[in-house]
């Protein structure tokens, strides 16, 4: 498992965003673990607990709980434990002046709303809409369950249900929005860390936040969503972007998955060629001598 | 509620208990070390529910288009004495064709809401293209099976029959070809354009892989009911089984494609149980053997030549079916494989095929 430890490119924080978009910053170095977030996504949405192990309520993952999005888990607050790495320096280890402590990494995933969104190109019923906000909603009156936008999300964001076997994931909070509402995540963050706001106001601020870190010291900052990371390919930015503190794989997420769709044309134009080749087999076989 | 909660317990562990090469290397690893290319061995994408009607649907929808192409091509070059091929290949994609939608609507989630599949048509979605294109060729099926069935008497001799069979067919058969065709090719684009590392690599050849085992399964499957019925021509059952080699050929060029171009993404489908059924099942008895068995059917009795025949249409059959169960099985694998979703990811971005 190699994983390229450097961003490609500077964070440009240049996206595909529509004029007048929405969506969340969430900024990995802000975040406490607290989880406040999937609670209160939990109690909006009415989602029922999941995750919930002999009563512990924790994966075996260090402080997870919920292990990844699912259909009932519309924020998932991911812990990611990092040991020091081995200096080999016994004198070091004996004189306590290398590094003992565990690095703390959180973040609190969520469907990215993307720009091209993978999940709405495969949705075959139209139930996968994109909102005025430059939101990605599900409408559930709509959806058969098909399940064809599981696969599809490079992000692994929705799924169907275990009861309704209809797909679910995050809206942004769509009925909080209409009504002038931030979505509820956003809301009960405590230390800012999940920002919600127009992407041209969230995309600056991220800027300039991977900018501090990086003086800081903190070299892998940089941002997922724009360009450069996450939001590549035919995708073309994710509306929830975010910022990061370590390659994307740390989190579980995709260092640069493509739009699928992108490949639904040249596939087809190989399997007619196929067709066409397979075709003129059959004359040639069936012909009369 | 447990099974819910825990949902890649199961496959951490059994990935760890698979102590098969690399992934023996796994054993005892702790979670910190889990952590470290991964998120603990957590998917990071979610795989598809599909498993054995929408396999057997890819099965079906595979021999239906086909056995419809090659009825209706049969029926514009083949020689007149080919028109037993011509009517069973029309009636076997009529069979292959009924059942084809009520697999797809009990896959759903929420089968009685499959009517919302024709309220939008998306060019990007081959789910959707698929239904509509499944819809139209449904209708040239059935039409064409109508005409066969009133030429051949089984609706009586009405005047009503007598109408119908008097139908073009050989421009119904035209008509609808182009459409068979999608119907037999377009499962493979619809794998192909989804995040699952095993079937996003490959996008460009998992249509026409299919569509070759397409009509392979499919000559297989004509072949066998005009073997099985008695007063076939010899030189007809010859014509079919120069389609099955020439389609065979080229489905084993298309695995060896597939092959090359996955190199190591291809492990679900070359390891393990899939493996076995992939390299035995599908290329060894269901493609070599056949071929094989042609060869051999040429130095014996007609009627010994004939059961070899027989024999190798049903391992094309038996193979086909197994290709579609190790395409969505190891698909599953594959999307569950936190590593192969990275690597994916990566190499698609620095645009170098590994
Ligand atoms: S992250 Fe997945 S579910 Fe969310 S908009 Fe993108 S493709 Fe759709
Ligand atoms: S499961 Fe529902 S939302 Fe997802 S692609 Fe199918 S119809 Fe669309």
């Known amino acids: 498992m190699s994983v390229a430890s450097e961003p490609q490119e500077s964070p440009s924080g240049s996206t595909g965003a529509r004029p007048g978009a929405v969506g969340f910053l969430t900024d990995v170095s802000l975040c406490i673990g607290c989880k406040a977030c999937e609670v209160a996504c939990k109690q909006w949405n009415q989602l029922p607990a ?26 998932h607050v991911a812990f990611v434990e990092q040991a020091p790495a081995p200096t080999g320096d016994l004198l070091a280890g004996l004189l306590g002046s290398a590094p003992t402590q565990m690095a703390w990494l959180m ?12 999940c709405l190109d495969a949705c075959p019923t139209g139930a996968i809409i994109r909102t005025r ?61 999940i920002q919600f706001g127009p992407i041209s106001e969230l995309m600056p601020r991220a800027v300039e936040r991977v900018t501090e870190l990086q003086n800081r010291g903190v070299e892998q900052a940089h941002i997922y969503g724009d360009r450069a990371w996450g939001g590549t390919g035919g995708i073309n930015g994710l509306n929830a972007f975010f910022v990061l503190t370590a390659p994307p794989e740390t989190y579980n997420l995709p260092a640069s998955p ?32 | 509620m447990n099974t819910f909660a825990r949902r890649w317990e199961p496959d951490r562990r059994g990935r760890r208990a698979a102590a098969t090469g690399a992934l023996a290397a796994q054993r005892g690893r702790t979670s910190a070390d889990e952590a470290r290319g991964s998120y603990y061995g957590v998917p990071v994408i979610h795989r598809a529910h599909w498993h054995w009607l929408i396999i057997l649907y890819f099965f079906l929808g595979g021999i239906t288009g086909a056995c419809y192409v090659i009825a209706s091509i049969a029926h514009l ?21 009924v059942p084809s939608p009520a697999l797809l609507i009990l896959d759903l989630g929420r089968p009685g809401r499959f009517y919302k599949m024709l309220r939008v048509v998306k060019l990007r979605s081959p789910m959707s293209v698929g239904t509509w294109g499944l819809t139209v060729f449904g209708g040239f099926s059935a039409l064409s099976a109508l005409v066969q069935a009133a030429e051949d008497g089984i609706l009586g001799r009405g005047l009503r029959a007598r109408a119908v069979g008097r139908w073009p067919s050989k421009i119904i058969g035209i008509a609808g070809m182009p459409w068979g065709l999608f119907v037999a090719g377009y499962t493979g684009v619809l794998l192909g354009a989804t995040a699952v590392p095993l079937w996003a690599k490959n996008a460009l050849l998992l249509g026409p892989l299919f569509l070759a085992s397409a009509f392979s399964t499919a000559a297989s499957a004509i072949g066998l009911a005009l073997s099985a019925a008695q ?124």
């Open chain 1, 50 to 75: 999941d995750g919930s192990v002999a009563g512990s309520g924790l994966t075996g993952f260090s402080y997870d709980n919920t292990g990844d999005l699912g259909a009932t888990t519309w924020r």
């Open chain 1, 107 to 118: 973040l609190s995933d969520v469907c990215k709303h993307c720009v091209n969104a993978p």
């Open chain 1, 133 to 193: 906000f430059d939101t990605v909603v599900i409408q559930d009156d709509v959806c058969n369950g098909c399940g064809y936008c599981v696969p599809a999300c490079p992000f692994g964001v929705p799924q169907l249900g275990e009861g309704d076997r209809g797909a679910h994931k995050c809206t942004l909070c769509y009925d909080r929005l209409v009504d002038g509402m931030e979505p509820a995540c956003a809301k009960a963050c405590p230390t800012d860390s």
């Open chain 1, 258 to 289: 493509q739009r699928p769709s992108d490949q639904v044309l040249p596939a087809f134009l190989t399997t007619a060629a196929a067709a066409l080749g397979l075709g003129l087999a059959a004359v040639a076989a069936l012909r009369g001598r």
């Open chain 2, 77 to 97: 070059v083949g020689p007149s004495e080919d028109r037993r091929l011509v009517r069973a290949g029309r009636y076997l994609s009529f069979v292959a064709l």
């Open chain 2, 231 to 354: 007063g076939t021509e010899p030189a007809t059952l010859e014509r079919l089984e120069r389609l099955e080699r020439l389609t065979i050929g080229a489905e084993l060029g298309l695995l060896a494609a597939s092959r090359a171009r996955l190199s190591a993404t291809a492990a679900p489908v070359t390891t393990g149980t899939p493996g076995a059924l992939l390299r035995y099942g599908t290329v060894g008895s269901g493609l070599l053997v056949p071929l094989g068995l042609h060869a051999v059917a040429r130095l014996t009795s007609e009627k010994t030549g004939r059961r070899l025949g027989m024999l190798s249409s049903v391992l094309v059959l038996v193979g086909g079916f197994l290709l579609r169960y190790v395409t969505v099985v190891g698909g599953h694998a594959s999307a569950d494989d936190p590593r192969a979703t990275f690597d994916y990811a990566r190499q698609e971005q620095s645009g170098t095929p590994a």
